[in-house]
T-cell receptor, first 113, second 116 residues
Framework: DAGVTQSPTHLIKTRGQQVTLRCSPKSGHDTVSWYQQALGQGPQFIFQYYEEEERQRGNFPDRFSGHQFPNYSSELNVNALLLGDSALYLC????????????FGDGTRLSIL | GNSVTQMEGPVTLSEEAFLTINCTYTATGYPSLFWYVQYPGEGLQLLLKATKADDKGSNKGFEATYRKETTSFHLEKGSVQVSDSAVYFCALSDPGLTGGGNKLTFGTGTQLKVEL
């Protein structure tokens, strides 16, 4: 049973470019959340998707957007990249409902030059 | 808003020593509490959870008790191994109001190094 898978593993971009990160949730899960983890910090919540809609959003600018597909997979898009966007981007999936544990992928390491 | 405070690391212990990593939280309502572990180059793995006051979560020799009166969820293990070396994150859940699941608020993490 595959867990949460993310692609690509690593990515290098330059300032001003746009990037798309992808996530396939654990089998049976219908809710996908995205987190940004800066070096040496805890993950920060970006947003969450359920039933193909953004349900909750953290304190991130509109440059960060996402999408969920009918098969529950998800994309994170970041426009007009800044140096400060360099981080590990983690996808987590869960069943809907409060108190359901989230299962994390290994992340995409994004470096901005 | 919600927040989680963890003791700063790194914490360096000898193998078979007793481990405590402190975690306190601030939240409205009744959140669930979690400990996650992150090994180098990997994502986060759920270690244990507790969903209500006085619950004790346990897994792989680790345990933590949800203390509402002290707003704490300290992680303990009686005898650590070299393989326990990792970064440990305390987190609380914030249930969504519009469907979907909870969102997690994390502490900054505590690095544990266990030496022979």
């Amino acid at each position: 049973d595959a867990g949460v898978t993310q692609s690509p593993t690593h990515l290098i971009k330059t300032r001003g470019q746009q990037v798309t990160l992808r996530c396939s949730p654990k089998s049976g899960h219908d809710t996908v959340s995205w987190y940004q983890q800066a070096l040496g910090q805890g993950p920060q919540f970006i947003f969450q998707y359920y039933e193909e809609e953004e349900r909750q959003r953290g304190n991130f600018p509109d440059r960060f957007s996402g999408h969920q597909f009918p098969n529950y997979s998800s994309e994170l898009n970041v426009n007009a990249l800044l140096l400060g966007d360099s981080a590990l981007y983690l996808c987590a999936s869960s069943l809907t409902g409060s108190n359901q544990p989230q299962h994390f992928g290994d992340g995409t390491r994004l470096s901005i030059l | 808003g919600n927040s989680v405070t963890q003791m700063e690391g790194p914490v360096t212990l000898s193998e078979e020593a007793f481990l405590t990593i402190n975690c306190t939280y601030t939240a409205t309502g009744y959140p669930s509490l979690f400990w996650y572990v992150q090994y180098p180059g990997e994502g986060l793995q759920l270690l244990l959870k507790a969903t209500k006051a006085d619950d004790k979560g346990s897994n792989k020799g680790f345990e933590a008790t949800y203390r509402k009166e002290t707003t704490s969820f300290h992680l303990e293990k009686g005898s650590v191994q070299v393989s326990d070396s990792a970064v440990y994150f305390c987190a609380l859940s914030d249930p969504g109001l519009t469907g979907g699941g909870n969102k997690l608020t994390f502490g900054t993490g505590t690095q544990l190094k266990v030496e022979l």
